[in-house]
């Protein structure tokens, strides 16, 4: 089984930076993707940012030129760099891996979720 674990959430002002962090462990896979997705109180959850094993990462728009995501060199961690939060950014963050098995020449993708970072950004 695999955990992922996020840390660095928290409150900040509109306009400062926040660095998430999720750490993977358990039986580690290697993971096709990871990535962020946010979920803001009556909303759904949406994506933020996924970077795969390799290639180049996607954003949506809400985090183009603001956010930055990156994996870790083990392939096990990723992270979001936050800056120039906006109090529309406040959500629970989660942190996501994904898993790709191929059986009989068919491929399962097996989706791992932490239990989420909350993040305030206060106007």
């Known amino acids: 089984q695999v955990q992922l674990v996020e840390s660095g959430g928290g409150l900040v002002q509109a306009g400062g930076s926040l660095r998430l962090s999720c750490a993977a462990s358990?039986?580690?896979?290697?993971?096709?993707?990871m990535g962020w997705y946010r979920q803001a109180p009556g909303k759904q959850r949406e994506l933020v940012a996924t970077i795969p094993s390799s290639g180049s990462a996607n954003y949506a728009d809400s985090a183009k030129g603001r956010f930055t995501i990156s994996r870790g060199n083990a392939g096990d961690a990723v992270y979001l760099q936050m800056n120039s939060l906006k109090p529309e950014d406040t959500a629970v963050y989660y942190c996501?891996?994904?898993?790709?098995?191929?059986?009989?020449?068919?491929?399962?993708?097996?989706?791992?979720w932490g239990q989420g970072t909350q993040v305030t950004v206060s106007s």
């Open positions: 996501n891996a994904v898993h790709r098995t191929v059986v009989s020449g068919k491929a399962y993708d097996f989706d791992y």
């Open positions: 358990g039986n580690l896979f290697s993971f096709r993707s």
